[in-house]
Structure formats: structure tokens, C-alpha cells
């Protein structure tokens, strides 16, 4: 049983190398399209790993058949490409809106955080010199 989990593994791995190859992809940047490592895809292609289900759905969005990536059956590609390949960019191109996004909000996070000490530091100022008056009296 161990042996045909391997050698399925095995296949499964060279078909995700073949989508890398269809695609002109390095291994960093197609571990990056999966949201994995470039080890980690490195291990999945030849075969020493499995792919997992956000992946494949990942290759799905890309346009690869699920049959095919898992058992060879059928074609590559699906029947719909253009409208994978279309969401497939729509995604990456939300993907990067957010990640913008998210660097504003850490930017505006920093501005807030440096107000905050600003103001934290002016109310030690006034209290160190209310405790001055009170000292005085």
C-alpha cells in the first residue's frame, strides 16, 4: 500500500511540474502563485510530498484539470480556460489590492502608535509639572 501511495505521489508530482513547465514558471514563483514554499514544491514534484486541497484548488483557478493533476485522466487544461485564467488574474490582481491595502493600514497603525507616545509622553510632562506645583505648596 505504502508503494502505490508513493508511486501515485510520484505522478502527481510530475504532473505539477509539468503545469509549472506549461506556465514558464520557476519553482519560487509557482510556490508562491500555491502559497507554499519553494522546498515544499520542490518536495511535491519529485514526488516525496503531497499537493494539498487549497493548492489544487489554486491550480484549478489557474486553469488545471483535478483528474488530470490526480489520476492523468482527461486533459490537462479545463474545458473552461478562459474563464479560469480570468479569475484566476481577477484573484491575483485582489490578492495584491489587499496586501496594499493591509500596508496602509500597518502605515496608519505606525502613524497612530507614534501620535500615541507623543501624547502619552505630554501627559507625563504635565503631570511631572502638576506634581512640581503641588510639591510647591
Known amino acids: 500500500m505504502i508503494a502505490k501511495l508513493s508511486a501515485q505521489s510520484s505522478l502527481i508530482g510530475h504532473r505539477v ?7 514558464d514558471y520557476t519553482q519560487k514563483k509557482f510556490a508562491h502563485e500555491l502559497g507554499t514554499s519553494q522546498q515544499n514544491l520542490s518536495w511535491y514534484e519529485r514526488g516525496e510530498g503531497y499537493i494539498s486541497i487549497p493548492q489544487l484548488v489554486a491550480l484549478t483557478i489557474m486553469g488545471y484539470s483535478i483528474p488530470w493533476i490526480l489520476y492523468g485522466k482527461g486533459s490537462m487544461k479545463t ?3 478562459e474563464n479560469a485564467e480570468s479569475n484566476f488574474l481577477r484573484l491575483k490582481n485582489e490578492n495584491k489590492k489587499l496586501k496594499a491595502r493591509i500596508q496602509e493600514i500597518d502605515n496608519e497603525r505606525a502613524e497612530l502608535s507614534k501620535e500615541l507616545i507623543q501624547r502619552l509622553s505630554e501627559i507625563v510632562d504635565l503631570q511631572k509639572k502638576l506634581n512640581n506645583i503641588v510639591e510647591e505648596k
Open 17 to 23: 511540474k509539468k503545469i509549472r513547465l506549461d506556465l
Open 79 to 81: 474545458n473552461d480556460n
